[in-house]
């Protein structure tokens, strides 16, 4: 879950020296660039068939018959299902990440630009949607409109928005008094011109971080729900789907087929949560 | 009359009006002039000054443009520019009101090219400003984070005459820089109202300011207007106490010169 009070997003204690914390921001960096790259490359890149049944070896262990990270219960490539599944996998998070950062930051701008009863109304639904945990909306929507890749994420979207709106209408409340707003304002700028040119430039950066943020968070989500079968459906290669079904080969001791994606889906969204981080913290020195 | 003139201005806070910031209030500046709202912090000056920017409305009373009533917060549209050019304002903070993003030549060249000049015009324009508020190119092509406090206030200035403006409230503008910076910007202004005819609004707490560059003075306590008159009236022969308490409160040259 993404942190429901935005008050937790202060600068995150600093480990280690400048040059360690610069190695891990260039890691995490790198991380995540192989994760894109395993995602679009998936089809060249792959050495064997994500779908391939092989009876004959299953849960295999890694290095097996060229097999890098063994097989899993049905004898696929876990490897190749890591590449292929690293496209839903990652796709899922970017959408409801972005559908979720429009959203919140529509409603939060606007919320804090207008006040009044607008600000009244949109607080009133943000607060109503924060009461409502995000797991359960993501299973409200697969209720309504099936399970599958995209109504999880539209589910996780909404359930992320009104944190980012509520951020998004602090700092631009706070944005909005200070005094060069007041000035472009006297100077006969339009409201919606001084709200999106100046305003938002200036707010914003500091909202960005909390999406980035909320990437690793939508990323865990999303592969609970394929977890539970709610999400991406097998035999779709899916990190979450993956975890899934890795429970039985688990029981025989091939504790491998579990492993893989765990670890992947750790190492992306702890890289992630150190470049959202890096990004926050660079924010703050700029402010000071 | 031509020039600003407002009338039995009111304007309260609250859910049932439990704040009254300003209560009645009443004055008048000629084009051209220069006048000096005094009184301590929360008075009404600042309250005053967003009321005739649009920034406000009052709870009732009028504002009068060249004796004809307006409502600055209600122009919308095209009354929009034509109220920026009646009136813009310099604020006390030189370090927060110039946007940190735009470099100082771009904010003054975007208020001009908004006053329906050509861009190549509110460039020329914007250059000629900067250059006349005693900034160079290099300041010029800066953000507000590379300069100081002076340099920002000049740019402020700039800016706000980038609209041709009839009129100017400089809102404790002198008051966060140094004696010397402040007797520049001071001079400059006299500069300007001599040259281009610019009516200014001193809000300040500052009576040596007050004694410089203004003609009339209006002294404002807890939204009333308490004192009226010329400034050397004002400041020498002072009518109600509260302007006696206010002038006894500053040490140093205004009363030793008095006495």
């Known amino acids: 879950m993404i942190p429901a009070d935005t008050r937790l997003l202060r600068v995150p204690r600093r480990v280690g020296d400048r040059s360690t914390r610069r190695v891990g921001f260039v890691l995490a960096c790198g991380v995540v660039a192989l994760a894109v790259v395993m995602a679009i490359g998936a089809p060249l890149l792959a050495p064997f068939d994500p779908l391939a049944v092989n009876l004959r070896l299953i849960n295999a262990a890694p290095g097996t018959d060229g097999h890098l990270l063994g097989t899993d219960a049905s004898g696929r490539d876990i490897l190749s299902r890591l590449m292929h599944g690293a496209q839903t996998s990652l796709l899922g998070p970017l959408i409801a990440v972005l559908v979720a950062s429009g959203l919140g930051i529509a409603l939060g701008a606007l919320a804090a630009w207008q006040g009044g009863w607008t600000d009244q109304v949109i607080s009133r639904v943000i607060e109503f949607l924060f009461s409502f945990p995000g797991l359960l909306a993501a299973v409200f929507t697969v209720a309504l409109f099936g399970p599958g890749f995209l109504a999880p994420a539209i589910g996780i979207a909404i359930a992320y928005a009104p944190a980012i709106a509520r951020l998004t209408r602090t700092v631009i409340l706070q944005e909005r008094d200070k005094l060069y707003v007041k000035a472009e304002l006297a100077l ?60 039985s080969s688990m029981l025989q001791g091939a504790w491998w087929v579990m492993a893989a994606p765990a670890i992947v889906i750790i190492l992306v969204v702890v890289s992630v949560n150190i470049i959202g981080e890096a990004l926050l913290a660079r924010r703050q020195e700029v402010l000071r | 009359m031509s020039g600003i003139e407002v009338r039995e201005l009111r304007k309260t806070f609250g859910h049932r009006g439990e704040v009254v910031a300003l209560d009645g209030v009443s004055f008048s500046v000629e084009q051209g002039g220069a006048l000096g709202l005094i009184g301590e912090s929360g008075s009404g000056k600042s309250t005053t000054a967003r009321i005739l920017l649009g920034l406000e409305r009052p709870t009732s009373g009028e504002v009068l443009r060249d004796g004809v009533p307006y409502e600055p917060w209600r122009a919308s549209g095209r009354q929009r520019l034509e109220r920026a050019r009646s009136i813009q304002i310099v604020f006390q903070d030189p370090y927060l009101s110039l946007n940190p993003r735009l470099r100082i030549v771009d904010a003054v060249r975007s208020a001009a090219e908004l006053h329906g000049l050509t861009r190549a015009d509110a460039e020329r324009r914007a250059r000629e400003l900067l250059d006349e508020v005693g900034l160079g190119i290099r300041e010029s092509q800066s953000t507000p984070r590379a300069l100081s406090g002076g340099q920002r206030q000049r740019a402020a200035i700039a800016r706000a005459l980038a609209v041709r403006p009839r009129f100017l409230i400089l809102d404790e503008a002198v008051a966060a820089l140094d004696v010397s910076v402040q007797a520049q910007i001071l001079n400059l202004l006299n500069e300007l109202r001599r040259a281009e005819g610019v009516g200014f609004l001193f809000i300040t707490h500052n009576l040596a300011v007050v004694r410089y560059v203004t003609d009339e003075a209006v002294v404002l306590h807890r939204g009333c207007v308490v004192e009226l008159g010329p400034t050397e009236r004002v400041l020498s022969a002072p009518e109600h106490p509260y302007t006696r308490d206010l002038l006894a409160a500053v040490p140093g040259s205004i009363t030793r010169e008095e006495s």
């Open chain 1, 188 to 247: 006969g700028f339009r409201g919606i011109r001084v709200l999106t040119r100046s305003v938002m430039p200036n707010a914003l950066p500091i909202v960005l971080s909390l999406s980035v943020l909320s990437f690793g968070y939508a990323l865990i989500d999303l592969a609970a729900l394929s977890y539970l079968g709610l999400g991406v459906q097998a035999p779709q290669p899916d990190w979450g789907v993956m975890l899934n079904e890795s429970t």
